[in-house]
């Protein structure tokens, strides 16, 4: 099939969208598909670039009312076989015309949406209920939806969405070979002195994601004694969402009230090398989300897959994949206390720790990415059936 993969950001803009992207097209191109990305321009890398198969089109220059003719002339270009549109509100600038696009698209060719989150984009103010109404109306409008996790889906369905299927994401870093890794040197390249227990953070910080609840752990984890530092891994905000700059400035100022900014350590973005360094310098990774632990979560992802010691939190929903002490040791959102509690277990005892280390490797199995473009593209290939009502598109 030719697919069109349509997406808000894209390497080398930094965004967990935009990186889940490249790898769904990638492991669709393994598959003999060929993808074609059409996503924004950014000045320095090329309007066109081909990587394993995929073909990047850098066509947008801002995501706005204009894009339904941008897409609508990059399909009569390339004639896809079906779109598939990466939604994330965030990664569209907030912006409305991208809720509206599906239901215009499906009528000419058959278009996914897959929902990263169901966060509402930016109508005026006061929009109130019409920004959830946008979301559904989206939903609605498409051929089918994708949602990465048990929770979106069910609230997609109990909106009344026909077509839902649940397809997780995997890691978006790749787990790198570390033959040779020696620790000690990379702390001290770092700035850490040999005796720091690093606690590792990944990933953007933004309000859901519980920086507040981390940054407080660590001021309280120190009065206690322990000479414990917060690696946090990879860049703090990302390129879409302006929300995160604002939230990580916060929590700088907290750390420096609490008296813990020295004990923060900021690696900046690395390639997927020094991504997998810094997780195996690490005692623990802390994700203590406070919507709950979730499927959806690419950070979570890369911690199972580098077999990391995890700390997270509760999920909302049932995850019967998620088992506490086996593969995960988990809290209950915004609570310092146990956040604490947890981390000190997991410094403290090795067989925990060892036994965390391997369920989160174990349960990584389960979101290879060829298994998740295989399950893409059947719902891919069912969709284009449909539309030309014959038994197969191949």
């Known amino acids: 099939m030719r697919i069109g993969l349509i997406a808000g950001e894209y390497p080398p803009l930094q965004g967990g969208l935009g990186d889940y992207t490249r790898r769904l097209a990638l492991a669709l191109a393994e598959l003999g598909h060929e993808p074609h990305v059409l996503t924004k321009f950014v000045t320095g890398a090329p309007a066109i670039e081909r990587e394993g198969g995929v073909t990047v089109h850098r066509l947008v220059t801002a ?19 079906v779109l598939n549109l990466q939604y994330q509100a965030a990664a569209y600038q907030m912006h409305p015309a991208i809720n509206l696009l599906p239901g215009a698209l499906a009528k000419r060719t058959p278009t996914v949406v897959t929902f990263h989150d169901l966060r509402v984009p930016y109508l005026f103010p006061k929009a109130g209920f019409l920004r959830w109404k946008s979301i559904v109306m989206m939903a609605k409008g498409a051929s ?29 870093i790749v787990p790198a070979s570390l033959e040779g890794f020696d620790r000690a040197a990379w702390m001290r390249a770092q700035g850490v002195a040999d005796d720091v227990v690093l606690i590792g953070y990944f990933g953007f910080m933004n309000e859901s994601k519980g920086g507040e609840t981390l940054i407080r752990a660590l001021s309280e984890l120190r009065r206690r004694g322990l000479n414990v530092g917060l690696l946090h891994i990879g860049g703090q905000t990302g390129d879409s969402d302006p929300t995160n700059m604002v939230y990580a400035a916060h929590l700088q100022r907290l750390a ?18 020094g991504v997998s360094e810094a997780f195996a310098a690490c005692t623990c990774i802390a994700l203590p989300y406070r919507d709950g632990a979730s499927f959806r979560r690419g950070t979570l992802m890369a911690a199972l897959a580098h077999g990391c010691a995890i700390v997270t939190t509760t999920p909302r929903v049932t995850l019967p994949e998620l088992v506490n002490e086996t593969n995960v040791l988990l809290t209950p959102p915004d609570d310092v206390p146990a956040l604490v509690q947890a981390i000190e277990r997991v410094i403290a005892d090795e067989a925990l720790r060892r036994r965390l280390q391997a369920g989160a490797a174990q349960l990584s199995k389960r979101f290879q990415w060829d298994a998740i473009a295989g399950q893409t593209a059947r719902l891919f290939e069912r969709m284009v059936s449909r539309e030309l009502g014959v038994g197969s598109s191949k």
């Open 63 to 81: 995501w706005n009312w204009e894009t339904r003719r941008r897409i609508e002339g990059f399909n009569r270009l390339f004639h896809p076989n």
């Open 144 to 172: 089918a939806c994708i949602a990465t996790n048990v929770e979106d889906r069910d609230t997609l369905l109990q909106e009344g969405v026909r077509e839902v299927a649940m397809i997780p994401i995997g890691s978006n």
């Open 256 to 273: 420096v009230e609490l008296g813990v900014h020295d004990h923060v350590y900021l690696t900046g973005f690395l390639d997927e090398r």
